[in-house]
C-alpha cells in the first residue's frame, strides 16, 4: 500500500528566506504526486503535480517540486517565502488506475516570521 | 475558488443523530470523493463515486454511507454520530485529468 511521509511537523522561516518541505513516499510504481495548500478555515488547494517527464515541476505561487525516484521524494520549495504562504502544506500520492483516490502526508504548518 | 460546492459549511449536532453533507461536483466532472480530515488521522480517502456508481471505497465506517444522483451531485450520510466523528469532510471533484479538486469543506462538530 502507498504512504506519504512528511517529516516536519512544523517549519518556521523567516519573510523572504528560501524553503523546501520535505515529502517522502511510498509506492510500488512510478507515483502521481502533488502537492496541496490549506489555509486556516479553507479547504484544499492544488499548488502542483507530477506525472511523468521533467522531474522539475513548477506550480502556482512561486512554487516548484521536484522528483527523486532514487530518494522516493517530491519536496517542495520556494525560493523567497511571503507571510501569505504561512499555512498547512500536505504532499499526496495518487495510484495509476481508475479509483485514483490520494493517499496523503501528515501535513506540514508553515509559519512565517516577519 | 475550485468550482466544487458543499454545503453546510458547518454543522453541529447531538451524538445519536444523522446528518447529510452535500456536494457539487465541478461542471462536468463525474467523479466525486470524500476525504475526513481529522487531528488524530488526518486526511483519509472515505469513497468514491464516479458518474452515479461506488468506484472505490476506503476507510469509511458502516454509520457511514454516499450516493451520487443523477445531476452528479453527491451526498454523504452520517449516522449514530460519536464524539469521534467530529472532523473536517471534504468533498473533491475529477475530471479527465488526474488532479482532484477540493471543495471548502464542511465541518462537523458533535457534542
Known amino acids: 500500500a502507498q504512504s506519504v511521509t512528511q517529516p516536519d511537523i512544523h517549519i518556521t522561516v523567516s519573510e523572504g528566506a528560501s524553503l523546501e518541505l520535505r515529502c517522502n513516499y511510498s509506492y510500488g510504481a512510478t507515483p502521481y504526486l502533488f502537492w496541496y495548500v490549506q489555509s486556516p478555515g479553507q479547504g484544499l488547494q492544488l499548488l502542483l503535480k507530477?506525472?511523468?517527464?521533467?522531474?522539475l515541476v513548477q506550480g502556482i505561487k512561486g512554487f516548484e517540486a521536484e522528483f527523486k525516484r532514487s530518494q522516493s521524494s517530491f519536496n517542495l520549495r520556494k525560493p523567497s517565502v511571503h507571510w501569505s504562504d504561512a499555512a498547512e502544506y500536505f504532499c499526496a500520492v495518487g495510484p495509476n488506475n481508475a479509483g485514483n483516490m490520494l493517499t496523503f502526508g501528515g501535513g506540514t504548518r508553515l509559519m512565517v516570521k516577519p | 475558488d475550485s468550482g466544487v460546492t458543499q454545503t453546510p459549511k458547518h454543522l453541529i449536532t447531538a451524538t445519536g443523530q444523522r446528518v447529510t453533507l452535500r456536494c457539487s461536483p465541478r461542471s462536468g466532472d463525474l467523479s466525486v470523493y470524500w476525504y475526513q480530515q481529522s487531528l488524530d488521522q488526518g486526511l483519509q480517502f472515505l469513497i468514491q463515486?464516479?458518474?452515479?456508481?461506488?468506484?472505490a471505497k476506503g476507510n469509511i465506517l458502516e454509520r457511514f454511507s454516499a450516493q451520487q444522483f443523477p445531476d452528479l451531485h453527491s451526498e454523504l450520510n452520517l449516522s449514530s454520530l460519536e464524539l469521534g466523528d467530529s472532523a473536517l469532510y471534504f468533498c473533491?471533484?475529477?475530471?479527465?485529468?488526474?488532479?482532484?479538486?477540493f471543495g471548502p469543506g464542511t465541518r462537523l462538530t458533535v457534542l
Open positions: 463515486y464516479y458518474n452515479g456508481e461506488e468506484r
Open positions: 507530477y506525472f511523468s517527464g521533467d522531474t
Open positions: 473533491a471533484s475529477k475530471g479527465s485529468g488526474y488532479e482532484q479538486f
